[in-house]
């Protein structure tokens, strides 16, 4: 697409996101999929439209407040980079975009406040914990607040499973095959930290040595994609900094975390740690990536005899590309029957923050998910990332459906107790 954006006008990311536009051909094979154009219908909320809405308001052809409503209810979801014939690299522009025009950015003080509010806790687990405490308490208040703040207190769980602790180093079990750190992230270690311990348990069954550094932090996962640079920018320092360099890799268990970290080169572009953000994005993979390229020990899990739906986390399908990966672990457990999706390529409507900012397209695509799980007559649902298993658990609980939602390591790590227990 051709475009008169000069590439000094916009800083360090002008030049990302001028060579996204630059390659769009408009053609538009990515509208069938965007969850919000077939929510929504119309031309500027899909990608091709939104690339369009973009280049003006950089071109200074059109006023923010033109462009801002379409541009938050983009879900960041990146299913129209698989889609597009013409690799556009979507995730260059919409992150940039809205960091370099966050000031501009015309918001309500409810949302200045709901956004704060989130920014300030979230990344923080000491802090959302209190937080989610208090959200439980106050579920009976829910009625006298505004029904913009409804989703914070429905994604609260009735019960908070106690913190968890673990130790800096956790060995591997026989002899040792890799030693690797684990992100162990900020709102999951809150809402279900057995996803950590299941990952470590999984890990370890497999030889693998967990290093949890101490002083590691939130991916900068929730400030990148509301447009919050400096807080992002402190978030990727402190993680490259708790990060021993000895390590196989550094895993993660939230795709939203890993895609996050993926991108501290483009966060951090234009930075005296630009280079060493791109030394550190090469480290960081998904924890099932990480034991399929390793390897399963053989002779690991007991039979299960159980059906799984697997659903694809955006940010772990689009954006890492690993999809085969779970799906190979899952199969791997004898006995077990894995189910797919109708539209699994859909987003699921959780999306970071994107529940309490545009609750209604959540929750209608949250629902559209729970049902095509419902529909697979499956037992379980797994998937790699904490927001969609928060956003199914809450939709099949008001569908009634009693479909357990479980992380992808819970599920392989069931196994290994069930043949711990037989053993
Ligand atoms: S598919 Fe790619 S090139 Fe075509 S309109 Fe969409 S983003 Fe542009
Ligand atoms: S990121 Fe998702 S919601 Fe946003 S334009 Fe792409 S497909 Fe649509």
Known sequence: ????????????????????IEACVHCGFCLAA????????QEMDTPRGRIVLMKEVLEGKLPIESAQPHIDRCLGCLSCEPACPSGVPYRDLISPFRAVMQSKMKRTWMERF???????????????????????????????????????????P???????????????????????????????????????????????????????PASQGCCGGLAWHTGDLAAAQKFARQNMDAFPPDLDAILTNAAGCGSAMHEYPLVLRGTEDETRAEVFRQ???DVSLFLS????????????????????????????????????????IPGLELRELANGHLCCGSAGSYNMDQPSIASSLGKQKAQAVID???????????????QLRLHLSQ??????????MQVMRDALCAKDQSS
């Open 1 to 20: 697409m051709l475009h008169q954006i000069s590439s000094d006008d916009h800083g360090p990311l002008g030049a990302p996101m001028t060579r996204a």
């Open 34 to 41: 965007c969850p919000t154009y077939r929510e929504l219908g």
């Open 114 to 156: 709901r956004r704060t509010l989130t920014a300030q806790t979230l990344p923080f687990p000491a802090r959302f914990r209190i937080a989610a405490y208090i959200a439980q308490w106050s579920k009976c208040l829910r009625p006298l607040l505004p029904r913009s703040m409804y989703p914070m207190f429905d994604l609260v």
């Open 158 to 212: 009735d019960h908070l499973p106690p913190a968890q602790a673990w130790p800096e180093v956790v060995p591997a079990m026989g002899q040792r095959r890799a030693r690797v750190a684990l992100l162990i992230g900020c709102a999951q270690r809150v809402l279900d930290p057995d996803i950590n311990a299941a990952t470590i348990e999984v890990l370890t069954h497999n030889g693998v040595e967990v290093v949890l």
């Open 283 to 285: 480290r960081v993979m």
């Open 293 to 332: 390229d390793l390897g399963l020990l053989p002779g690991l899990f007991a039979e299960q005899k159980i059906t799984v739906a697997y659903q694809d986390a955006c940010h772990l399908a689009n954006a890492q590309d690993v999809r085969n990966e779970p799906r190979e672990l899952l199969l791997s």
């Open 376 to 390: 697979t007559g499956a037992r379980v649902v797994a998937s790699g990332n904490i927001g969609c298993l928060t």
């Open 399 to 408: 569908a009634g459906a009693k479909i357990s939602a479980r992380h992808t």
